[in-house]
Protein backbone atom coordinates (compact mmCIF):
# COMPACT_ATOMS: atom_id res chain seq x y z
CA UNK A 1 0.00 0.00 0.00
CA UNK A 2 1.21 3.53 -0.38
CA UNK A 3 0.72 6.18 2.71
CA UNK A 4 1.34 9.78 2.79
CA UNK A 5 5.17 10.50 3.05
CA UNK A 6 4.04 12.85 6.63
CA UNK A 7 2.12 9.81 7.86
CA UNK A 8 5.61 7.77 8.21
CA UNK A 9 7.71 10.71 9.68
CA UNK A 10 5.83 9.79 13.24
CA UNK A 11 6.60 5.95 13.01
CA UNK A 12 9.04 4.58 14.99
CA UNK A 13 12.01 2.36 12.94
CA UNK A 14 13.79 -0.40 15.02
CA UNK A 15 17.53 -0.89 14.14
CA UNK A 16 18.98 -4.15 13.97
CA UNK A 17 22.30 -5.52 14.06
CA UNK A 18 22.92 -7.53 11.12
CA UNK A 19 25.51 -9.95 11.05
CA UNK A 20 26.27 -11.74 7.90
CA UNK A 21 29.51 -13.85 8.73
CA UNK A 22 26.53 -15.85 11.05
CA UNK A 23 24.96 -16.74 7.75
CA UNK A 24 24.73 -21.02 7.18
CA UNK A 25 27.21 -21.58 4.62
CA UNK A 26 24.43 -23.21 2.89
CA UNK A 27 22.50 -20.29 2.27
CA UNK A 28 24.57 -18.91 -0.89
CA UNK A 29 24.54 -22.45 -2.33
CA UNK A 30 20.59 -22.71 -2.42
CA UNK A 31 19.36 -22.86 -6.19
CA UNK A 32 16.82 -20.17 -7.48
CA UNK A 33 13.98 -22.55 -6.86
CA UNK A 34 14.99 -23.84 -3.40
CA UNK A 35 15.18 -19.69 -2.17
CA UNK A 36 12.05 -19.21 -3.62
CA UNK A 37 10.55 -22.61 -1.65
CA UNK A 38 12.11 -21.51 1.55
CA UNK A 39 10.80 -17.76 1.13
CA UNK A 40 7.51 -18.55 0.47
CA UNK A 41 7.89 -21.46 3.68
CA UNK A 42 8.77 -18.37 5.79
CA UNK A 43 6.16 -15.88 4.63
CA UNK A 44 3.24 -18.39 4.88
CA UNK A 45 4.30 -19.84 8.11
CA UNK A 46 2.05 -20.48 10.92
CA UNK A 47 -0.94 -19.54 8.12
CA UNK A 48 -4.09 -21.47 8.18
CA UNK A 49 -5.07 -21.60 5.09
CA UNK A 50 -8.60 -23.39 5.74
CA UNK A 51 -9.77 -19.99 7.70
CA UNK A 52 -10.62 -17.42 5.35
CA UNK A 53 -8.28 -14.58 5.17
CA UNK A 54 -9.46 -11.45 6.58
CA UNK A 55 -7.91 -9.33 4.33
CA UNK A 56 -6.26 -10.13 0.62
CA UNK A 57 -2.36 -9.62 0.59
CA UNK A 58 -1.54 -7.56 -2.48
CA UNK A 59 2.10 -7.03 -3.51
CA UNK A 60 2.49 -3.59 -4.56
CA UNK A 61 5.22 -3.91 -6.75
CA UNK A 62 6.59 -6.52 -8.84
CA UNK A 63 7.03 -6.78 -12.99
CA UNK A 64 6.62 -9.83 -15.70
CA UNK A 65 8.44 -10.31 -19.05
CA UNK A 66 7.54 -12.60 -21.83
CA UNK A 67 9.32 -16.37 -21.48
CA UNK A 68 11.79 -16.70 -24.18
CA UNK A 69 8.48 -18.91 -26.64
CA UNK A 70 6.59 -15.87 -26.13
CA UNK A 71 9.02 -13.49 -27.11
CA UNK A 72 9.96 -15.34 -30.24
CA UNK A 73 6.29 -15.83 -31.16
CA UNK A 74 4.26 -12.13 -29.97
CA UNK A 75 5.94 -10.11 -27.52
CA UNK A 76 9.70 -9.68 -28.34
CA UNK A 77 12.01 -7.88 -25.80
CA UNK A 78 13.72 -4.43 -26.50
CA UNK A 79 17.32 -4.85 -27.80
CA UNK A 80 19.79 -5.18 -24.87
CA UNK A 81 17.49 -5.86 -22.57
CA UNK A 82 16.91 -9.69 -23.13
CA UNK A 83 15.86 -11.18 -19.26
CA UNK A 84 18.34 -13.71 -17.46
CA UNK A 85 15.49 -14.93 -15.00
CA UNK A 86 12.37 -16.07 -15.70
CA UNK A 87 9.63 -13.84 -15.45
CA UNK A 88 6.48 -15.28 -17.08
CA UNK A 89 3.14 -14.78 -16.08
CA UNK A 90 2.76 -18.40 -15.06
CA UNK A 91 5.70 -18.47 -12.71
CA UNK A 92 4.24 -15.62 -10.95
CA UNK A 93 0.82 -16.95 -10.85
CA UNK A 94 3.01 -20.39 -9.25
CA UNK A 95 4.96 -18.07 -6.57
CA UNK A 96 2.26 -15.75 -5.80
CA UNK A 97 -0.20 -19.27 -4.73
CA UNK A 98 2.91 -20.46 -2.85
CA UNK A 99 3.21 -17.44 -1.31
CA UNK A 100 -0.62 -16.67 -0.10
CA UNK A 101 -0.57 -13.48 -2.54
CA UNK A 102 -4.07 -12.54 -4.04
CA UNK A 103 -2.77 -10.06 -6.33
CA UNK A 104 -0.33 -7.52 -7.57
CA UNK A 105 0.61 -4.12 -9.23
CA UNK A 106 2.38 -4.83 -12.45
CA UNK A 107 5.09 -2.33 -13.01
CA UNK A 108 5.96 -2.23 -16.66
CA UNK A 109 9.23 -3.19 -17.08
CA UNK A 110 12.61 -2.74 -19.21
CA UNK A 111 12.74 -5.44 -20.65
CA UNK A 112 9.42 -4.36 -23.13
CA UNK A 113 10.28 -1.02 -22.57
CA UNK A 114 7.13 1.08 -23.88
CA UNK A 115 6.02 -2.09 -25.83
CA UNK A 116 2.57 -2.52 -23.28
CA UNK A 117 1.77 -5.60 -25.30
CA UNK A 118 2.99 -8.14 -23.16
CA UNK A 119 1.49 -6.76 -19.53
CA UNK A 120 -1.44 -5.35 -21.28
CA UNK A 121 -2.17 -9.01 -22.07
CA UNK A 122 -1.62 -10.26 -18.68
CA UNK A 123 -4.18 -7.30 -17.25
CA UNK A 124 -6.80 -8.15 -19.77
CA UNK A 125 -6.56 -12.43 -19.16
CA UNK A 126 -6.48 -11.49 -15.00
CA UNK A 127 -8.69 -8.38 -14.60
CA UNK A 128 -9.58 -9.04 -10.89
CA UNK A 129 -5.62 -9.89 -10.05
CA UNK A 130 -3.97 -7.38 -11.28
CA UNK A 131 -3.33 -3.91 -12.02
CA UNK A 132 -1.07 -2.38 -14.00
CA UNK A 133 1.82 0.44 -13.98
CA UNK A 134 2.99 2.17 -17.44
CA UNK A 135 5.83 3.36 -18.68
CA UNK A 136 6.01 7.26 -19.33
CA UNK A 137 7.71 7.67 -22.89
CA UNK A 138 9.31 10.69 -22.97
CA UNK A 139 9.85 11.54 -26.54
CA UNK A 140 10.31 14.57 -27.87
CA UNK A 141 6.86 14.27 -30.32
CA UNK A 142 4.55 14.31 -27.31
CA UNK A 143 3.33 11.06 -27.95
CA UNK A 144 3.91 9.73 -24.59
CA UNK A 145 0.61 11.88 -23.43
CA UNK A 146 -1.81 10.12 -26.37
CA UNK A 147 0.28 6.82 -25.10
CA UNK A 148 -0.64 7.24 -21.65
CA UNK A 149 -4.41 8.26 -22.26
CA UNK A 150 -4.73 5.52 -24.43
CA UNK A 151 -3.19 2.32 -21.59
CA UNK A 152 -5.30 4.36 -19.06
CA UNK A 153 -8.72 4.71 -20.42
CA UNK A 154 -8.26 1.54 -23.08
CA UNK A 155 -6.76 -0.72 -21.30
CA UNK A 156 -7.19 -0.12 -17.75
CA UNK A 157 -3.72 1.13 -15.81
CA UNK A 158 -3.75 2.56 -12.45
CA UNK A 159 -0.39 4.18 -12.81
CA UNK A 160 2.70 5.68 -14.72
CA UNK A 161 6.25 5.45 -13.88
CA UNK A 162 8.79 8.14 -14.78
CA UNK A 163 12.35 6.70 -15.36
CA UNK A 164 14.20 10.09 -15.51
CA UNK A 165 16.61 7.84 -17.50
CA UNK A 166 14.76 7.56 -20.50
CA UNK A 167 14.56 11.42 -20.92
CA UNK A 168 16.73 12.32 -23.82
CA UNK A 169 20.33 13.19 -22.99
CA UNK A 170 20.65 16.56 -21.93
CA UNK A 171 16.88 16.70 -20.61
CA UNK A 172 15.14 16.71 -17.33
CA UNK A 173 11.52 15.32 -16.34
CA UNK A 174 10.51 19.32 -15.51
CA UNK A 175 10.55 19.84 -19.63
CA UNK A 176 7.88 20.38 -21.45
CA UNK A 177 7.21 16.71 -22.48
CA UNK A 178 7.31 15.78 -18.69
CA UNK A 179 5.12 18.63 -17.64
CA UNK A 180 2.25 17.38 -19.84
CA UNK A 181 2.46 13.46 -19.12
CA UNK A 182 2.77 14.69 -14.99
CA UNK A 183 -0.27 17.03 -15.57
CA UNK A 184 -2.35 14.43 -17.96
CA UNK A 185 -1.52 11.99 -15.46
CA UNK A 186 -3.78 14.28 -12.73
CA UNK A 187 -6.37 14.59 -14.91
CA UNK A 188 -6.58 11.23 -15.52
CA UNK A 189 -6.34 10.73 -11.74
CA UNK A 190 -3.82 8.11 -11.78
CA UNK A 191 -0.48 8.81 -10.02
CA UNK A 192 2.96 9.46 -11.04
CA UNK A 193 5.82 7.18 -9.56
CA UNK A 194 9.40 8.33 -9.85
CA UNK A 195 12.26 5.82 -10.32
CA UNK A 196 15.35 7.65 -9.10
CA UNK A 197 17.72 4.67 -9.13
CA UNK A 198 20.67 6.87 -9.08
CA UNK A 199 19.78 8.40 -5.76
CA UNK A 200 17.06 10.61 -4.82
CA UNK A 201 19.76 13.94 -4.41
CA UNK A 202 19.77 13.85 -8.29
CA UNK A 203 16.21 14.55 -8.89
CA UNK A 204 14.73 16.02 -6.39
CA UNK A 205 14.57 19.70 -7.45
CA UNK A 206 12.70 18.01 -10.73
CA UNK A 207 10.06 16.51 -8.22
CA UNK A 208 9.78 19.43 -6.14
CA UNK A 209 8.94 21.78 -8.97
CA UNK A 210 6.35 19.10 -10.60
CA UNK A 211 4.57 18.89 -7.06
CA UNK A 212 4.30 22.39 -6.46
CA UNK A 213 3.00 23.08 -10.41
CA UNK A 214 0.70 20.20 -10.92
CA UNK A 215 -0.21 19.37 -6.98
CA UNK A 216 -3.00 17.55 -8.07
CA UNK A 217 -0.99 14.82 -9.27
CA UNK A 218 -0.48 11.95 -6.57
CA UNK A 219 2.98 10.86 -6.44
CA UNK A 220 4.97 7.25 -5.41
CA UNK A 221 8.30 7.10 -4.33
CA UNK A 222 9.47 3.96 -5.49
CA UNK A 223 11.80 2.06 -3.32
CA UNK A 224 11.37 4.51 -0.69
CA UNK A 225 13.28 6.61 -3.48
CA UNK A 226 16.56 4.67 -3.19
CA UNK A 227 17.81 5.92 0.02
CA UNK A 228 19.49 3.86 2.12
CA UNK A 229 20.38 3.93 5.78
CA UNK A 230 22.33 7.63 6.94
CA UNK A 231 25.52 6.04 7.64
CA UNK A 232 27.59 9.03 6.30
CA UNK A 233 27.02 12.37 5.27
CA UNK A 234 25.59 11.73 1.42
CA UNK A 235 22.78 9.10 2.97
CA UNK A 236 22.49 11.56 6.03
CA UNK A 237 21.73 14.29 2.99
CA UNK A 238 19.53 12.07 0.73
CA UNK A 239 17.12 10.83 3.55
CA UNK A 240 16.81 14.69 4.98
CA UNK A 241 15.56 15.00 1.35
CA UNK A 242 13.28 12.18 1.22
CA UNK A 243 11.63 13.93 4.63
CA UNK A 244 11.55 16.89 3.49
CA UNK A 245 8.85 15.76 0.58
CA UNK A 246 6.04 15.12 3.07
CA UNK A 247 5.57 19.08 3.11
CA UNK A 248 3.51 18.30 -0.28
CA UNK A 249 0.47 16.03 0.41
CA UNK A 250 0.19 14.54 -2.33
CA UNK A 251 3.73 12.49 -2.06
CA UNK A 252 2.90 9.00 -0.86
CA UNK A 253 5.79 5.82 -0.56
CA UNK A 254 4.69 2.17 -0.87
CA UNK A 255 5.16 0.33 2.26
CA UNK A 256 6.57 -3.15 1.89
CA UNK A 257 5.96 -5.24 4.49
Not at 133 to 153: F, I, M, Q, T, W
Request: charged content about 20%; glycine content about 6%; overall charge neutral.
Amino acid sequence: MAVPLKHLLAVPVPHYQLNYSQRPASFAKKSHSQSRLSASKMATSGIDRTAPSPTKIIDSHLHVWASPQEAADKYPYFPGQEPTLPGNVDFLLECMEEAGVDGALIVQPINHKFDHSLVTSVLKKYPTKFVGCCLANPAEDGSGVKLLEHLVLKDGYGAVRFNPYLWPSGQQMTNEVGKSIFSRAGELGVPVGFMCMKGLSLHVSEIEKLCTEFPSTVVLLDHLAFCRPPLNDDESLAFSELLKLSRFPQVTCPVYL
